[in-house]
C-alpha cells in the first residue's frame, strides 16, 4: 500500500470506510510529511495544533455510525477562507493578527462533513498574483524543483497536495490562482461556475470573478469536494442551485481550440499540447479549431476588471475596522499610515490602478469599455458553445518560471492569458496535468484547461476525469 499521505481522498475514504485505517493514521502521515518538506516547501502559513483532535473526532462520529466520504480527511485550507476561531491573514500584514469570527459557507459545510484542517496555506497577498511571491509572509517553493515558483495564488495549497502533506486543498480563484498553481504542481484545479459556490467568508479580491475551488491529486476528489460545499446559500445572493444554469445540451463529442492565441508557446510545450489533442482524437473526440475574436483582449478586460474591483474591495481595510491600525495625525493621516504600512507593493499597486480606472475622468474609456467588451466575450463563447462542448487551452504559456524571474509585473501578468477567461465569463474551468517538460535536467509539470458553459460543470469535470483515464 502506498504511504497514507500519498493517497487521493477516493482512496483514503474507502479505506476509512473500511476501517483499515483511521484519520489518526492519514492525518499523521500528513503530518510528518509536513515535518519533512515544508521547511524547504513553505506551503504552510500555520499548521494547526490540534489537527490530531479533530482527526480523533472524526473518527468517534465514524464509530457513531456516520459515513460521510469526507469524514477524517486532512486538507489544506488557503489564508484568505474563514474558519471561526482561526487566523486568516490572506497572507497580508494588513490582516496578520486577524481571528476569524465565524466560519465561511464553505468551511461550514467541509465540517458537517467531518474534514479535518491541517493548517492556513501561503498564497499571494490578497490573492493577488501567480506565484505567491507576493505573500507578506515569502515565497513557497514548487516541491517538483525547489527553486521554482508553485504558483499562485494558491500556491501552498498546490504545493502541499503536490507534496503529499495534505490529502486536497481549498483554493480560490479570480483570474486562475486555483488553475495555475496546480497545474504547476502538477495536479488538479477546478474553478466552478460562478456562483455554484458560496463566497461567504472568503476574503473578497474581485467580487464578479471570484469563486472558490479544489486542489486535488484527482478529478474525482475535485468532484467530492466540491459536491460537499455547492449550491445556494442565504449568505451569499449571488450563489445559486446551479439548476436553472444547467445547460440541456446535446453532447456533441467536439472539442474547440482557439489556436490564434498560441502564438508565445514554446516550442516543446506546444508539442505537449498537441498531445493532449491526439489524446482527446483517441478518446472519440473531434477537435476543432474554434474562432473567439475577442478572446485576444482577455488578460486586457481582466487587469481593468480585477484592478478595479480589487481597490473596492479593500477600501474597507482602513485601520478602523479590521486588521493592522497605525495612527496618524487625523483621521486621513490614520487611514494612509495604517494602508500604508499593512499592504506589501503588488496590493498598493492594484489599488492605485483601481482607483484610476475607476476615476470621473477615466471609468468611460477604460471601465466603461472594458465591461462591454466583457459582455461582447460571453457572448462569443455562447455562440461557440452552439457547435463544442468544450474549449480547450494550455492552462499557463509555460512550466513553473523561476523565483524572481518574473519580477516585473507585466511578465507576471502574462502568465494568466489563458485562465482569466473562464472568471470573466463565469464560466467553469478545469485544469488537470498534462505531461512534462524538461528544463535544467527537471520535469516541470504542465496543465492543460478546459472551459465549459454555465452550470456544465459535473460534465466538465467528467470530460476531465475520461482524459485523466479515471473513469
Ligand atoms: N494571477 C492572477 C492575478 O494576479 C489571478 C489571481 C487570482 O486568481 N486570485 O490577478
Redesign the pocket.
Known amino acids: 500500500m502506498k504511504p497514507l499521505n500519498e493517497l487521493t481522498i477516493t482512496e483514503a475514504a474507502a479505506l476509512l470506510s473500511k476501517g483499515e485505517v483511521s484519520s489518526v493514521d492519514v492525518t499523521k502521515a500528513c503530518r510528518e510529511a509536513i515535518e519533512a518538506h515544508d521547511g524547504d516547501v513553505r506551503a504552510y502559513l500555520e499548521v494547526f495544533a490540534d489537527t490530531e483532535t479533530q482527526a480523533k473526532e472524526a473518527d468517534a462520529r465514524r464509530a457513531a455510525g456516520e459515513a460521510e466520504a469526507l469524514l477524517g480527511i486532512p486538507l489544506a485550507v488557503k489564508d484568505n477562507i474563514l474558519i471561526k476561531g482561526r487566523r486568516a491573514s490572506a497572507a497580508s500584514k494588513m490582516l496578520e493578527n486577524y481571528v476569524a469570527t465565524y466560519d465561511a459557507t464553505v468551511t461550514e459545510r467541509l465540517k458537517a462533513k467531518g474534514a479535518v484542517f491541517l493548517g492556513r496555506a501561503n498564497m ?1 497577498e490578497f ?4 506565484s505567491t511571491e507576493n505573500s507578506a509572509y515569502g515565497p513557497t517553493h514548487n516541491p517538483h524543483d525547489l527553486s521554482r515558483v508553485p504558483g ?3 500556491g501552498g495549497s498546490a504545493a502541499a497536495v503536490a507534496a503529499h502533506m495534505a490529502l486536497g486543498a481549498l483554493g ?7 488553475r ?1 498553481p496546480a497545474a504547476f504542481c502538477g495536479v488538479v484545479g477546478f474553478k466552478p461556475t460562478y456562483g455554484a459556490v458560496s463566497r461567504y467568508g472568503l476574503i473578497a ?1 474581485g467580487s464578479s ?2 469563486q472558490w475551488g479544489p486542489i486535488t491529486k484527482s478529478v474525482g476528489d475535485a468532484k467530492l469536494l466540491f459536491d460537499a460545499v455547492r449550491g445556494n446559500d442565504p449568505k451569499d445572493s449571488t450563489s445559486n442551485s446551479g439548476d436553472e444554469r444547467i445547460s440541456k445540451r446535446t453532447v456533441k463529442k467536439r472539442i474547440g481550440v482557439p489556436m490564434s492565441i498560441m502564438g508565445g508557446l514554446e516550442s516543446d510545450v506546444l508539442d505537449a499540447f498537441e498531445e493532449s489533442k491526439a489524446k482527446l482524437a483517441s478518446l472519440g473526440y473531434e477537435v476543432v479549431e474554434v474562432d473567439l475574436p475577442l478572446l485576444k483582449k482577455a488578460l486586457s478586460i ?2 481593468i476588471v ?1 484592478f478595479a474591483e480589487s481597490s473596492t474591495n479593500l477600501s474597507r481595510f482602513d485601520g478602523v475596522r479590521y486588521g493592522l491600525s497605525t495612527q496618524g495625525a487625523n483621521l486621513v493621516g490614520d487611514y494612509a499610515e495604517s494602508r500604508g504600512a499593512g499592504f506589501g507593493p503588488e496590493v498598493r499597486r492594484r489599488i492605485l490602478l483601481g482607483t484610476y480606472v475607476l476615476s470621473a475622468g477615466y471609468y468611460d474609456a477604460y471601465y466603461g469599455r472594458a465591461v462591454a467588451a466583457r459582455k461582447q466575450l460571453v457572448s462569443d463563447f455562447n455562440r461557440a458553445f452552439e457547435d463544442i462542448d468544450a474549449v480547450l487551452t494550455p492552462t499557463t504559456p509555460g512550466p513553473a518560471p523561476k523565483i524572481g524571474e518574473k519580477a516585473d509585473p507585466l511578465s ?2 502574462l ?2 492569458v489563458f ?2 477567461t473562464p ?1 470573466l465569463l463565469g464560466m467553469p474551468s478545469l485544469s488537470v496535468p498534462s505531461g512534462t517538460v524538461a528544463r535544467e535536467g527537471k520535469n516541470l509539470p504542465l496543465g492543460i484547461q478546459f472551459i465549459m458553459p454555465h452550470g456544465a460543470d459535473d460534465a466538465l469535470l467528467d470530460l476531465g476525469s475520461r482524459f485523466l483515464g479515471e473513469a
Request: aromatic fraction near 10%.
Open positions: 499571494d490573492a493577488m498574483g501567480g499562485g495564488s494558491s480560490t480563484d479570480t483570474g486562475g490562482s486555483v495555475e479580491m470573478l471570484d481582466y487587469y480585477m507576471m501578468y502568465m494568466d485562465t482569466v472568471n
